[in-house]
């Protein structure tokens, strides 16, 4: 089997053109971003234990496990970051809540940025690589989740401290800008079941998806100086009851942001 042919295997087991590309590299000990090389090489032949490795790789994704978890890594924000089962998989669509964030804390000469529920450290790294003098802490109630972000801040030489904390319970002083991508999933949500890879406590917040944001809209007030942002990623139909809650706990200029499908993904409001 050449390179081609494998690559036509991952088509026809199901998987994407891109997911049979970086599992192929994987399999081959190639870096990840070096497709070019497979087009390169596309009649090159697999050794009989590259081919079976490829194979065993791609069964792992079939059985919804990430790729992210099946290579050790995932790109975000221009940043190699390490992934494993401690931390969920970051979702390319949290990029815009990265994005949002930066934009609001623009508007003040020194910010200070909080990222709840930090995970790998995606959120806080992104934006400790676009802003090296704003102060950035990073809150995970996981101290697994922490051993994982702190270790992705020293491959990355980014300065951003960690604390662990129940969201805000252990959380002193105030910010700039709270940002949050928090558990959004519904407790009987029915595709929970292809997220069976990625720790739960994650994913799921009560019977409504809201159990998580309504204890981050009402604590961050204290944490926020006046004018400051709170920005929160959510579910795809979340918005309306995401905004109402802001409103009720008096935030203003209440607005959504949509993700890179035009779906409103994340909500926030000013202190």
Known sequence: M????????????????????????????????????????????????????????????????????????????????????????????????????????????????????????????????????????????RSEALSLARQNAKNLSLDVSFLESDWLAQVKGQFEVIVTNPPYIEANDPHLSMLQHEPQKALVSGLDGLEDIQKIIGQAPNHLVTAGWLLIEHGWRQAPAVRALLVAAGYQNVQSKLDLAGIERCSGGQK
């Open 2 to 141: 050449n390179v081609a042919q494998c690559l036509t295997r991952g088509l026809v087991l199901g998987l994407t053109r891109l997911e049979s590309q970086i599992l192929l590299l994987h399999a081959l000990g190639r870096p990840l971003h070096d497709r070019a090389w497979l087009l390169a090489h596309d009649t090159d032949q697999l050794e009989p234990s590259q081919a079976a490795s490829f194979e065993s790789l791609a069964q792992r994704r079939l059985q919804h496990e990430p790729v992210a978890y099946i290579v050790g890594q995932k790109e975000f924000f221009g940043l190699t970051l390490k992934i494993d089962k401690r931390v969920l998989d970051p979702r390319d669509d949290t990029e815009v809540l990265v994005e949002w964030a930066l934009a609001f804390g623009a508007s003040f000469a020194a910010p200070r940025f909080l990222d709840l529920g930090t995970g790998s450290g995606a959120i806080a790294l992104a934006i400790k690589s676009q802003r090296p003098q704003a102060h950035v802490t990073a809150v995970d109630a």
